[in-house]
């Protein structure tokens, strides 16, 4: 049986973490980037850009993210594309992550007035000119506690990925607690390594909401 002392068992849960958090960001970043493109189409005039957009916000929030990462892990290779744990986390975890900011962000820019189009439309501005100087600055500060607030989820679902066999955290632990058979301390670990991650960003968007809300009522 491998011995491992303390120090071992945090300083491997340490680098998983870091493994964790790296695809955290990556997903988030690549997931907004494409969450943008797609909230362009879904805004679009073009009806089959709408409807093509709408069938990709569907499909990625009403299945599991466990069976897209399968999807993407197994199915690719039957069709002969070699994929690695880590790509098929990435690219799992950017899909489902761009699907939902697309749906938040789409919120977003609906709950502003139907006058603040129409204002702009009377400058003569095209669409662009509108979504630049008008639409996308009042967007995006309401969008902000969503934003960040989803983040805590975007940490959280790479724990997921372990299925797969992508070694963060949760995979880690998992490793760790059938070696020394001590599950309780490891996932315990494992649980304070998230919390530590995730309670700052869930204070954070409750920050930001409630310094929205104070501006909204001094006005």
Same mark, same amino acid.
């Given at each position: 049986?491998? *011995?491992?002392?303390?120090?071992? $068992?945090?300083?491997? #849960?340490? =680098? &998983?973490? &870091?493994?964790? =958090? &790296? #695809?955290?960001?990556?997903a988030f970043i690549l997931g907004g980037s494409v969450g943008l493109l797609i909230l362009f189409a879904r805004i679009s005039p073009n009806p089959f850009l709408q409807r093509a957009s709408k069938v990709y916000i569907e499909f990625f929030q009403g299945t599991p993210l466990l069976m897209q990462l399968f999807l993407l892990f197994f199915g690719l290779p039957l069709l002969g594309f070699d994929i690695? @744990? #880590? =790509?098929?986390?990435? !690219?799992?975890?950017?899909?489902?992550?761009?699907?939902? #900011?697309?749906? $938040? /962000? *789409?919120?977003? $820019?609906?709950?502003? @007035?139907? &006058?603040? /189009?129409? !204002?702009?439309?009377?400058?003569?501005?095209? *669409? $662009?000119?509108?979504?630049r100087y008008v639409i996308l600055p009042q967007a995006i500060k309401i969008s902000l506690p969503p934003t960040v607030g989803f983040s805590v989820q975007v940490v959280k679902g790479t724990a997921v990925t372990s299925i797969i066999g992508f070694l963060e955290v949760t995979k880690t632990g998992t490793m760790i607690a059938n070696a020394t058979f001590k599950p309780l301390m490891v996932y315990g670990l494992v649980a304070l390594g998230y919390f530590i991650i995730c309670f700052p960003l869930s204070a954070y968007a409750k920050h930001i909401e409630r310094g929205m809300h104070a501006a909204h009522t001094h006005r």
């Amino acid at each position: 049986m491998t *011995r491992f002392t303390y120090l071992d $068992i945090v300083h491997h #849960l340490l =680098v &998983g973490m &870091g493994w964790t =958090v &790296g #695809l955290s960001v990556g997903a988030f970043i690549l997931g907004g980037s494409v969450g943008l493109l797609i909230l362009f189409a879904r805004i679009s005039p073009n009806p089959f850009l709408q409807r093509a957009s709408k069938v990709y916000i569907e499909f990625f929030q009403g299945t599991p993210l466990l069976m897209q990462l399968f999807l993407l892990f197994f199915g690719l290779p039957l069709l002969g594309f070699d994929i690695s @744990p #880590l =790509v098929a986390a990435m !690219a799992g975890l950017t899909l489902f992550t761009s699907a939902y #900011l697309a749906e $938040i /962000w *789409r919120g977003c $820019i609906e709950s502003l @007035p139907k &006058g603040q /189009w129409e !204002a702009s439309a009377s400058l003569a501005m095209n *669409r $662009i000119q509108q979504m630049r100087y008008v639409i996308l600055p009042q967007a995006i500060k309401i969008s902000l506690p969503p934003t960040v607030g989803f983040s805590v989820q975007v940490v959280k679902g790479t724990a997921v990925t372990s299925i797969i066999g992508f070694l963060e955290v949760t995979k880690t632990g998992t490793m760790i607690a059938n070696a020394t058979f001590k599950p309780l301390m490891v996932y315990g670990l494992v649980a304070l390594g998230y919390f530590i991650i995730c309670f700052p960003l869930s204070a954070y968007a409750k920050h930001i909401e409630r310094g929205m809300h104070a501006a909204h009522t001094h006005r």
